[in-house]
């Protein structure tokens, strides 16, 4: 029992690494947020740009919704992510082996949720400006659900795939 104890305990983050990270994950969620009050669609047709910090960024209905999909997508993985950092952390076992997914997962969520987004876009919905078709609130719902639950929206594709596809 003690040298299971021992070989868990030297896999185990130190307290200042998870300090850092708790850091990082607090700065994570405040870029999330602020990222997604800029590009969330605006009211104004006229409306082409965002303001992000001291860049203006000219971005068409299409892109924003885009990257509001990515921006949503990534906050969902961060819940999923967080959640698992703190429940490690408050057991004090918190492996460096799992470092890499946790900094990956909202990248690969990320992506996965644009897959998703097009997938559906293809097929649930119609025209040809998405300012004034699409609801956003529904977008970042789906997006961040997918963030969350990367695993079940991986499966899902793979039945609409096989559907489209044998």
Same mark, same amino acid.
């Given at each position: 029992m $003690?040298a299971? $104890? $021992?070989?868990?305990?030297q896999?185990?983050?130190?307290?200042?690494?998870?300090?850092?990270?708790s850091?990082?994950?607090?700065?994570s969620? !405040?870029?999330?947020?602020?990222?997604?009050?800029?590009?969330?669609?605006?009211?104004?047709p006229?409306?082409?740009?965002?303001?992000?910090?001291?860049?203006?960024l000219?971005?068409?209905?299409?892109?924003?919704?885009?990257?509001?999909v990515v921006?949503?997508s990534?906050?969902?993985s961060?819940?999923? /992510?967080? /959640?698992?950092?703190t /429940?490690?952390?408050?057991?004090?076992?918190?492996?460096q082996?799992?470092?890499?997914?946790?900094?990956?997962?909202p990248?690969?969520?990320?992506a996965?949720?644009?897959?998703?987004?097009?997938t559906m876009?293809?097929?649930?919905? !119609?025209?040809?400006?998405?300012? $004034?078709?699409?609801?956003?609130?529904?977008?970042?719902?789906?997006?961040?659900?997918v963030?969350m639950?990367?695993?079940?929206?991986?499966?899902?594709?793979?039945?609409?795939?096989? /559907?489209i596809?044998?």
């Amino acid at each position: 029992m $003690q040298a299971t $104890q $021992q070989s868990s305990e030297q896999h185990s983050l130190p307290a200042l690494a998870i300090w850092v990270l708790s850091g990082l994950y607090l700065i994570s969620a !405040a870029m999330l947020l602020y990222a997604l009050s800029a590009v969330w669609p605006s009211e104004h047709p006229d409306a082409k740009g965002v303001a992000f910090f001291l860049w203006n960024l000219p971005l068409s209905g299409d892109v924003r919704l885009i990257w509001l999909v990515v921006i949503t997508s990534a906050l969902g993985s961060y819940i999923h /992510t967080v /959640t698992s950092f703190t /429940t490690y952390a408050g057991r004090g076992s918190l492996s460096q082996d799992w470092l890499a997914w946790y900094f990956l997962r909202p990248a690969v969520s990320a992506a996965l949720a644009l897959i998703f987004y097009f997938t559906m876009r293809a097929g649930l919905f !119609a025209g040809s400006t998405a300012d $004034q078709t699409i609801n956003p609130f529904g977008i970042a719902a789906i997006s961040g659900m997918v963030g969350m639950f990367a695993r079940q929206a991986t499966e899902k594709l793979g039945k609409i795939f096989d /559907t489209i596809f044998t």
